[in-house]
């Protein structure tokens, strides 16, 4: 248990931040605990930003973890709008950018990533937009609900979200994927095609294999231009092209970062006291190696471990990858981690698909659309890592995979 004179601060209001407060606040007792984010909202979901359910209001109270009484009745401070700039190497005390002083007894670091930032001609005109927070959100709300049409760069999983979201609207929405297949990198050709051609028949557009050079316009984008010389009508431009953590603020700290901030098996730093949590963290993971995850589940399961062990704990982090996607009133889900697959069985028909992943003859990895019932085995079956081929086929074979 943690008592001392200065607060336990969670540094982040996001998915991990916000999952680590409440634990904090109802496990650890006499403990003070300070909520940092440089939000004016108070700690909430960002996943549901770009999905159906939460499109006609992107402002719903179901977004938020708790009620402002929560934080109230069990003493978390939330210091909103505030914008921490640096940790100082040789004390515990963070920097605003006003110049204020935070003293903490331990720190959790959830400040996740920040969007990656399309850098080509006219990118800066209105009409652009990115979507990683509440005023994102409102602002592409109020955008697509003026018309199309929309062009979406990127057809990773908040591009095809959002690819969904205009196709339910009946907006003209058309996307632009520099690879060869939506989903590509992450799933593979073959399931790319599907999804692809699941998106088509509901009348999204695309263009894969291109890249935009340009978008055109005066003061606000009225086309997208590519780089084979293809002009794409533009009154709204959402970029999805991936994020970046948000670590350069601890350079010099004494938290040893490289593609994130790195943490041992119980998510502390390599600075004692400082713990970390979400999608900027990056461990050894005990059958998949050293990842890093841009993952709702893998934040919310880290924070509460983090959490945990700032408490006295000596909890290990071992959790098991798992991603989701909601399109089209359904669920892609994917559990288990792979860096590259040697080869996937991939199995579809007008509504589904499943596949699994596999390296060097054990499977990694499985993916599967509107099929709860094979991802649910899935997690039991690779709770321990890859699993033979052979394995596999047996546990899954009365579901037909």
């Known amino acids: ?29 006499g403990t003070r605990v300070v909520l940092v984010s440089d939000e004016d909202h108070r700690p ?13 209001d992107p402002v719903r109270e179901e977004l938020f973890f708790r009620d402002e009484e929560f934080y109230a009745s069990k003493g978390v401070q939330l210091a909103l709008g505030t914008r921490v700039e640096g940790l100082l190497p040789d004390s515990d005390v963070l920097i605003t950018n006003q110049g204020e002083k935070i003293a903490f007894s331990r720190l959790l670091i959830a400040t996740g990533c920040r969007v990656r930032r399309l850098q080509v001609p006219g990118s800066d005109l209105r009409g652009v937009h990115y979507l990683r927070s509440i005023p994102d959100a409102k602002g592409l709300w109020d955008a697509v609900h003026g018309g199309g049409p929309v062009v979406v760069v990127g057809a990773g999983y908040v591009g095809c979200e959002l690819a969904a979201v205009m196709a339910g609207l009946q907006v003209d929405v058309t996307v632009v994927e520099a690879g060869s297949e939506p989903l590509g990198i992450s799933l593979g050709a073959e399931v790319g095609a599907w999804v692809r051609s699941f998106h088509e028949r509901r009348g999204v557009k695309f263009v894969t294999g291109r890249t935009v050079v340009h978008m055109d316009g005066e003061d ?19 970029v999805g092209i991936g994020v970046v953590p948000d670590v350069e603020w601890l ?8 593609d994130g901030i790195l943490v041992n098996e119980r998510c502390e730093t390599s600075r004692p006291g400082v713990f970390a949590a979400g999608d900027a963290v990056r461990w050894t993971h005990p059958q998949y190696g050293s990842i890093r995850l841009e993952h709702e589940t893998n934040a919310q399961a880290q924070a509460v471990v983090a959490a945990r062990n700032i408490l006295g704990g000596s909890t290990e982090y071992n ?13 892609l889900e994917y559990v288990g981690y792979t860096r590259g697959w040697n080869e996937a069985v991939v199995q579809t028909d007008e509504t589904s698909f499943t596949a699994a992943y596999l390296t060097g003859g054990a499977v990694a990895a499985v993916a599967a659309y509107a099929r709860p019932d094979v991802i ?17 086929r047996a546990a899954a074979k009365d579901l037909g995979v």
Do not use: C, N
């Open 1 to 29: 248990m943690v008592e001392t004179e200065d607060p336990v601060v969670v540094l982040g209001g996001g998915m991990a931040g916000g999952r680590a407060a409440e634990f904090l606040a109802m496990r650890g007792r």
């Open 44 to 56: 909430y979901q960002r996943p549901p930003l770009s999905k159906e359910s939460t499109w006609d």
């Open 220 to 238: 606000r984008v009225g086309s997208v231009r590519l780089d084979d010389g293809t002009r794409l009508p533009a009154s709204t431009v959402v």
């Open 251 to 258: 350079s010099g700290s004494g938290v040893e970062i490289g």
């Open 319 to 331: 959790h098991l990858p798992y991603v989701w996607s909601d399109q089209y009133g359904d669920t």
């Open 376 to 392: 649910a085995l899935a997690k039991q079956v690779l709770s321990d890592g890859p699993v033979a081929r052979e394995l596999w």
